[in-house]
């Protein structure tokens, strides 16, 4: 069993100290998540630190354990190998990354969506009304289709919280480095060598982000997980190019 490490300890406390404290409300007159977890960036609740924040907020027990899981199994054996100082700068880096990768994707959606409305006459404003309402303008039919507006409403009112852009650039900065080793899927019952699961994993979030199809369940921000993966990969691919050493600094 992997010997956990000492940053790997204190991010795994301070998550679920964090979760707890969402979940049941533990400060009086402050709502976490309204200022934690992060939002579209046009929205009001946006505020700036949600880009490190986010990660340390989790929606539900689950997706709490499996995290901080991942976040042990694969993240331990960097620590070991880079040090504390580098491995948080590659954590946080993901994550953020992560982060601004998912909020361009919503933005991209969202902007198509409010451009083809407001060709046809629809200013922001009366869209972000509607909005802010949960309500679907049925002159909006020939327009958009219901499932576009609900996709910006997703994208306008929907926060992203969690460390999996984060452990997604760990998970590949882990096959990078340890290729050959072994890694098993829920639903695939014999191993499967890192050089190869980690990528189809990063290829499932980017088909399901793509179609909307998740073989995971809904409400997962997809090109988070695949945003922390690219981050991750450049992040390795420049390092090696640069000869960076196990200390995190080049030779």
């Not at 997706?63 to 976040?71: C, D, E, P, V």
């Not at 933005?107 to 969506?113: A, I, K, L, V, W």
């Not at 480095?177 to 890192?194: G, Q, R, V, W």
């Not at 809904?218 to 988070?224: C, E, L, M, R, S």
Request: aromatic share 20%.
């Amino acid at each position: 069993m992997e010997r956990i490490t000492q940053i790997i300890k204190h991010l795994i406390i301070i998550n679920v100290i964090v979760f707890f404290i969402a979940e049941y409300n533990l400060i009086p007159n402050i709502n976490l998540t309204e200022n934690a977890a992060i939002y579209f960036f046009e929205n009001p609740n946006f505020k700036w630190w949600q880009y490190i924040t986010y990660m340390f907020m989790h929606g539900g027990l689950m997706h709490l354990f499996f995290n901080m899981y991942a976040l042990w199994a694969f993240g331990s054996p960097l620590e070991k190998i880079w040090g504390q100082q580098k491995f948080l700068f590659f954590y946080f880096s993901c994550g953020v990354g992560s982060a601004l990768i998912h909020s361009g994707v919503n933005y991209y959606y969202f902007q198509e969506g409010l451009q083809a409305l407001a060709d046809n006459g629809f200013t922001p404003e009366m869209v972000k009304s509607v909005l802010a309402e949960g309500k679907y303008n049925t002159a909006w039919e020939h327009i958009i289709p219901k499932s576009t507006f609900n996709d910006m409403m997703s994208s306008y009112f929907t926060p992203a919280v969690g460390a999996s852009g984060a452990i997604y650039g760990i998970l590949v900065a882990f096959g990078m480095m340890f290729p050959d080793a072994k890694l098993m899927m829920i639903f695939i019952p014999y191993p499967i060598k890192a050089k190869y699961f980690i990528p189809i994993l990063v290829g499932i979030d980017l088909f399901s982000g793509v179609t909307g199809f998740s073989i995971f369940g809904g409400n997962i921000a997809h090109f988070a997980h695949v945003g922390g993966a690219l981050i991750g990969f450049l992040m390795m691919w420049y390092w090696k190019k640069n000869s960076f050493d196990a200390n995190g600094w080049k030779r």
